[in-house]
């Protein structure tokens, strides 16, 4: 909530500068003399034409149309969020004319001649947008941030709890699906997923094959409850989902998670494809804890000394699983897997398939 209130002031500080910046433009195209009045209105319509279209683009984003165009290809989705953004703009613009300069004949003169320019600045703005929320979603909204922000030009030593995600019995689905349907439910499994994730504060660092590398900064045990509600969330989508990937693909589709926390050393590395980095043993850890899980037919595993720096949400209990010593490690660690209210292990749903 703090976060969200926080992008929303962004914004409608961002709207108001370029709303003043805008109608300063258009009082000396215009020629109309209005002095002070011109950046004070431009700065009025910048914020309710912002506070607009971010309700808008919020609500689409979450509806049924807006996960239908996370799924379209990428020049088409784009295109087709540069149109939904220009509307949304103009509209905005169109009805903050009308409401806040409640003057027939000025409106009448804005349709005459503002008509024109207000659209092309929609346009504009609508294309300059997209392309920007493009590449956040390609870098990541908070690498690219880093990124600009210089935070990690040199290494340095964060907390974070990691979560590897992979698909259970994925060698099985791809050869029963073939390699291009059993990437498409992949791509499906991990789009369907991404809100938890986004509305819990992970931040996804990489798709490899079929696992997705995710993580949290460690905020405290209060603060990393977030993880394990974003884990259940998930597993209760994918549970929603059963039907859809039955029929679709014949096969309902789970997730197999390996979960640690500690230091690690993140920077950026490259050139011509820059990247975040993660470097440390709390990864490899992470990774162990996923074997782990396939061993012991569980859809979740961490370690204690991880699981003890997490409240646990209510419903959500744990259960030892064993303790042994890990490839590359000197001491034991003891395993631990998520429980259910009814004391089974925390899963998203048995594995099935549809009568072939």
Known sequence: MKRTFGSFVFVLVAGAIIGALYGLMMNEILDRNWGLKAPIRGAVRGMVVASVAVVLEVWISNSAIGRWQ??????????????ITCLI?????????????ADKEIYVQWIQS????????????????????????????????????????????????????????????????????????ITGVFLDIDPAIKKHRGVIH???????IMSWLDRGPDGNMR????????FQTLSVRQAHYLKKYGVAPTLRLGI???????????????????????????????????RHDLSVILDAETAR?????????????????????AEATKMLTLTGPDGTALEALPSMSAAV
């Open 227 to 234: 993880l394990l509600k974003c884990i259940d969330e998930i």
């Open 206 to 212: 990489n798709y490899v094959g079929d696992e997705i």
């Open 114 to 185: 503002g008509f024109a320019p207000d659209f092309l600045f929609a346009l504009g703005a609508g294309v300059v947008i997209q392309v920007m929320l493009q590449a956040r979603r390609l870098i990541g909204g908070r690498t690219l941030t880093y990124f600009l922000l210089g935070r990690y030009a040199r290494p340095t030593e964060e907390r974070r709890i990691f979560v590897l995600a992979d698909l259970k019995d994925s060698t099985s689905i791809t050869e029963k699906l073939g390699d291009q349907k059993a990437l498409e439910l």
């Open 260 to 294: 640690a926390g500690g230091p690690v050393a993140v920077g950026e590395c490259g050139w011509e494809k820059r990247q975040v980095v993660y470097i440390g043993d709390t990864i490899n850890k992470a990774k162990r804890m996923q074997e782990a899980c396939k």
């Open 89 to 101: 703009i103009y509209v905005a613009l169109a009805g903050s004319h009308l409401v806040l300069i």
């Open 309 to 329: 720096g997490i409240t646990m949400p209510m419903g959500i209990g744990i259960d030892v699983v064993e303790e042994a010593t890990l490839r590359g490690r």
């Open 70 to 83: 996370r799924s379209v290809k990428f020049r088409r989705g784009v295109a087709l969020r540069v149109i």
